[in-house]
């Protein structure tokens, strides 16, 4: 069974602190996702990384930033949290598209709920 | 970017049939997901469909019409269990990369 895991599943920070948030899978996938997910507005898209010190930004980017030292571990980082960063972050490795179910699929870790105080 | 409609909430009454819709606009399809989510818990892997038709595993169905930018989650033989929020997922490829996009869930509620 594919393992993803998060640095942590509940995290409380002050206002202006930084923040890491690690992600750990071990499927050997080259694609790794970040999200957080809000009630009524769904998983949103932060960044993204498909190899090694690659990266791209998601569908909202601003605040965050990412490390991809390693293939087994993508970092999310807030550099300096904000109230409206309180959500819930998921972590989500996927291997490249294929006829394989086992690549196509998003194995999402255990989620980190912060909050920003 | 990509529109992707689900309706918000369903009931259902255990041991009844329920299907949950599924509406996408996207430039560059490269597959349709299902995904269940228990409140509080990492959303979980249902189905995949990649090509039109009906694809069966169990007690899920998930049918896709590429042309209509469609696709449906069937879910028979409701159990209290299957009370949760259910995501709809479009993978688009964009350049190089393969991005997939989430509506915003539809919370199913399933009544004794």
């Known amino acids: 069974d594919v393992k993803v895991t998060q640095s942590s599943r509940y995290l409380v920070k002050r206002t202006g602190e930084k923040v890491f948030l690690e992600c750990v899978q071990d499927?050997?996938?080259?694609?790794m996702f970040w999200y957080r997910q809000d009630p009524g507005l769904g998983l949103r898209l932060i960044y993204f990384s498909y190899d090694v010190k690659m990266k791209e930004k998601g569908d909202i980017p601003e605040g965050y930033s990412v490390s991809r030292e390693k293939k087994e571990r993508f970092s999310l980082i807030l550099e300096s949290a904000s109230t409206n960063q309180t959500s819930m972050y998921l972590c989500?490795?996927?291997?490249?598209?294929?006829?394989?179910?086992?690549?196509?699929?998003?194995?999402f870790g255990p989620g980190t709920r912060l909050t920003v105080l | 970017g990509q529109n992707i409609d689900q309706p918000t909430e369903m009931t259902a009454t255990e041991g009844a049939i329920v299907q949950i819709n599924c509406t996408y606009q996207t430039s560059g399809f490269n597959g349709l997901f299902w995904y269940q989510q228990h409140a509080g818990e990492a959303p979980t892997f249902l189905s995949y469909?990649?090509?039109?038709g009906l694809e069966e595993k169990g007690r899920f169905s998930s049918f896709l019409s590429r042309s209509k930018g469609y696709s449906y989650l069937l879910l028979k033989e409701l159990q209290m269990k299957d009370s949760a929020s259910y995501l709809c997922?479009?993978?688009?490829?964009?350049?190089?990369?393969?991005?997939?996009?989430f509506g915003r869930g539809t919370s199913l509620i399933v009544h004794p």
């Open positions: 499927m050997d996938h080259e694609n």
């Open positions: 469909n990649v090509l039109d």
């Open positions: 989500a490795p996927s291997g490249p598209p294929g006829r394989e179910m086992s690549y196509n699929e998003q194995f």
């Open positions: 997922a479009v993978r688009d490829r964009s350049g190089g990369s393969y991005i997939p996009t």
